[in-house]
């Protein structure tokens, strides 16, 4: 944690968690997606969906979905924006049951003939923790730049990837890999120091084994 | 990142070091920055502080609702007319704590401190010692070098979050924050600090988040004065040499537990306390926005909840 994050963000009001933090979750799915979506599904659960209007949750996850920093100005009139954008969004109230945190939000995205979807909730004072993409368990706090990659389960892909960015001088962090079963699919989260290059994506995605991979870029100060 | 009050002051006492120094060391070591570079981020931020500040007591605009708007404005005239019987520091915090809450009410730009909801707090009691005792801005980055330790403790070990823990996470958070910063920028010792904070804390505790009509404006604001009120006392507490016999990190652990046991009707769901009154569910009808309620399955869309006139700055 940083000094940054207690005092700050800097960001318009009104509310850390359900205004910055909303739009962090946002900007974290639209990095999953790998731009702005043409098609939003927002579910909102708990505090969210009981107080989105007068904390402008709506707005601000909006803001973030077309890639707005927290203190933007435009946030107010994100979603006559995205309408002018041609973004169609849609929110619903779920209930994502009694373990989710109380401002917790299922974004659906679809753009480009992609699909993906996130669950993530707002913690407190702008933090976020993104707790599943694409159905998948993870844990994520956009506190660091992120590579996010979909493989296939086959052996060395880990130490491929941390060679890469050995390569590239890039300190890991953190490293999360997970699989839904043997041979399947697996996820591999690798939390960094250093920003990482556009190039170090492309060259991931060059391997026939990986099906996906996103940078996302930290979304603290 | 310090896990304890206690782990703070500690660390000061024992390398002879004042708690914002202790605060930055560390920065710099967990984040890699430089410390010009963290200092020069906090000049920054300190600008923002101080800009929302002026444009609250200089603009009588609207809140999003309608529900605020011009009471800082109006309150700083009054006490500049002499009514105020406070004297004036404390008449400057209640103006100023209430300046950014107006601004935050209006989607305008703030600096949470911890959070947006309780972001009247620090600034206001920084800017009233500013001028009052005639320090630097130097002197206030030291002030919030400070207040972020403390926050950074309180996000370890309890919440920041309404919707977690209630507004005695938000507002007594802030407060607890900022009572460590003024102890700091009067001369008082690491020891007279964790008792500012304990102080400030324990008049806090169970205190419920229960906005109305779901907005960040009542009664935040004035539960931001109140804070703001409960820094100043408490920190003049410490420096007077009292001494709180419950230590700060158990009072902050305390507030976690009660943030954890509040009903969720008390933690930002607007369907509890003041927000469940008469009055408070009138003044929420009253601001309802344009287009449907989603109840469960229904959805709404975009363009349904967009309002005519966005809410904008005004200012």
Redesign the interface.
């Known amino acids: 944690?940083?000094?940054?994050?207690?005092?700050?963000?800097?960001?318009?009001?009104?509310?850390?968690?359900?205004?910055?933090g909303a739009l962090r979750l946002g900007l974290l799915a639209r990095a999953v997606l790998g731009g702005t979506p043409e098609r939003a599904?927002v579910g909102l659960h708990?505090?969210f969906?009981?107080?989105?209007?007068?904390?402008?949750t709506?707005r601000a996850v909006?803001a973030g979905l077309l890639g707005m920093a927290p203190?933007d100005?435009r946030?107010?009139?994100s979603?006559?924006i995205?309408?002018r954008e041609g973004v169609?969004?849609?929110?619903?109230?779920v209930?994502l049951g009694p373990g989710a945190?109380?401002?917790t939000l299922r974004i659906e995205l679809e753009g480009d003939g992609l699909s993906t979807s996130l669950v993530g909730a707002s913690?407190?004072?702008?933090?976020v923790r993104v707790t599943e993409i694409d159905g998948r368990e993870v844990e994520l706090t956009g506190r660091y730049d992120t590579l996010l990659v979909l493989a296939r389960d086959v052996p060395g892909t880990t130490a491929e990837i941390t060679r890469l960015m050995a390569e590239e001088g890039i300190n890991i962090a953190f490293l999360e890999v997970s699989r839904e079963k043997r041979g399947g699919e697996a996820t591999l989260i690798v939390e960094t120091?250093h920003a990482i290059p556009e190039e170090l994506i492309a060259r991931v995605q060059r391997y026939e084994w990986v099906r996906f991979a996103r940078r996302l870029q930290k979304v603290t100060? | 990142?310090f896990e304890s009050v206690a782990d703070l002051v500690a660390r000061a006492e024992s390398e002879g070091s004042p708690l914002w120094r202790v605060?930055l060391a560390e920065?710099v070591e967990?984040?890699?920055r430089g410390e010009e570079e963290?200092v020069e981020?906090?000049h920054?931020?300190l600008e923002?502080m101080r800009q929302a500040v002026d444009r609250g007591l200089g603009s009588d605009a609207p809140s999003?609702?309608g529900l605020l708007g011009g009471g800082a404005r109006r309150f700083e005239a009054w006490r500049r007319e002499g009514e105020s019987v406070m004297g004036p520091f404390l008449g400057k915090v209640v103006a100023r704590a209430q300046a950014t809450m107006e601004?935050?009410?209006?989607?305008?730009?703030?600096?949470?401190?911890?959070?947006?909801?309780s972001?009247g707090i620090l600034p206001a009691v920084l800017f009233a010692a500013g001028e009052e005792l005639e320090l630097d801005d130097e002197a206030l980055v030291r002030g919030?070098?400070v207040?972020?330790?403390v926050?950074?403790v309180i996000?370890?070990r309890a919440?920041?979050?309404?919707?977690?823990g209630g507004c005695q996470?938000e507002t007594g958070s802030a407060a607890a924050?900022a009572a460590a910063a003024l102890a700091e920028l009067r001369g008082g010792t690491p020891e007279q600090a964790s008792h500012a904070i304990a102080f400030t804390l324990q008049g806090m505790l169970g205190l419920i988040c229960d906005?109305v009509?779901?907005?960040?404006?009542v009664p935040c604001l004035t539960r931001n004065v109140s804070g703001a009120i409960q820094a100043v006392a408490a920190t003049e507490l410490a420096l007077a040499g009292l001494k709180f016999p419950i230590p700060a990190d158990e009072v902050i652990d305390v507030m976690g537990q009660i943030g954890a046991e509040l009903d969720?009707k008390y933690?930002?769901?607007?369907?509890g306390g003041l927000a469940a009154t008469p009055t408070g569910r009138e003044l929420a009808a009253k601001?309802?926005?344009e287009g449907p309620e989603?109840?469960?399955?229904?959805?709404?869309?975009?363009?349904d909840?967009?309002r005519e006139e966005?809410?904008?700055?005004g200012a």
């Open positions: 944690m940083s000094v940054f994050d207690v005092i700050g963000p800097q960001m318009v009001g009104p509310s850390s968690s359900h205004t910055a599904t708990g505090s969906a009981s107080t989105y209007r007068g904390h402008g709506d909006v203190d100005e946030i107010p009139r979603l006559e995205a309408r169609e969004i849609a929110f619903e109230s209930d945190h109380p401002n913690v407190g004072g702008g933090a120091d100060d | 990142m605060v920065e967990e984040s890699g963290v981020r906090l920054q931020r923002t999003v609702s601004v935050n009410a209006r989607m305008g730009t703030i600096v949470a401190t911890p959070t947006a909801g972001s919030l070098l207040a972020a330790g926050g950074q996000v370890a919440s920041v979050s309404g919707a977690a996470a924050m906005p009509g779901g907005l960040v404006e969720e933690r930002e769901t607007a369907r601001v309802r926005w989603f109840e469960n399955t229904n959805v709404a869309r975009a363009e909840l967009t966005p809410p904008g700055e």
